[in-house]
Each structure stands twice: as C-alpha cells, then as structure tokens.
C-alpha cells in the first residue's frame, strides 16, 4: 500500500552533521503534514520536527537553529539536515507522514534509522 523508507542515519562525532531522507511511494494522492520523531532508549517517542502541506515548519525546542526540515512534494520525499550533533541526539528516528489514499486518510511511519553522536 504505502512504504516509507528512510536512510542516513549512522554513527557521528558531537559537533558532526547528518542528513535523513524519507522516501514514500504507493498510491498516495495527497500528501499532508509530515514529520520527524525519535525514541531513545528507555523513553517515549518524541516529535523532532513537523512541516506542513503549505512548508511551515515547527520544531522541538531542544533542536531549534540546528535541524532543518523539508519536502519535495515532487518527489515524494522528507528530509531532516541535522547539525551541531549532540549525545542527547542519539535515537532511533521516525518518519511519519499524513496523506490521502483513494479511500482514506492514514498516517504511517518509516521502520527507523538509528543515529548516534559519541566520540
């Protein structure tokens, strides 16, 4: 039906740059909000940042000024540049996407990509 498959994750120094990617594809007719989370080991999952239909952008406090978040709607994909890395970054990170299909609206989620910010 829908699949979301992300890619870019990996190991970094703190103060180091990764760039996630989010590929969807199926029988999407509209997309809508979509966006980043993470869940580090032992807590819940947290949103990273979102971005709207209309590319507004909001963005958890802990990663404003470092993380960027975009869409190309063309190409069906999500992207969320992360710089000045951080240990406190470390997480598996989730893409989510809202769209519409031909006979509803549904959310789904990308399996994960594990980022981690040590020396």
């Known amino acids: 039906q829908v699949q979301l498959v992300e890619s870019g994750g990996g190991l970094v120094q703190p103060g180091g740059s990764l760039r996630l990617s989010c590929a969807a594809s199926?029988?999407?007719?509209?997309?809508?909000?979509m966006g980043w989370y993470r869940q580090a080991p032992g807590k819940e999952r947290e949103l990273v940042a979102m971005i709207t239909s209309g590319n507004s952008a909001n963005y958890a406090d802990s990663v404003k000024g470092r993380f960027t978040i975009s869409r190309d709607n063309a190409k069906n994909t999500l992207s969320l540049q992360m710089n000045s890395l951080k240990p406190e970054d470390t997480a598996v990170y989730y893409c989510?996407?809202?769209?519409?299909?031909?006979?509803?609206?549904?959310?789904?989620w990308g399996q994960g990509t594990q980022v981690t910010v040590s020396s």
């Open positions: 989510y996407i809202d769209c519409l299909l031909l006979d509803s609206r549904r959310g789904f």
């Open positions: 199926g029988s999407i007719f509209r997309f809508y909000a």
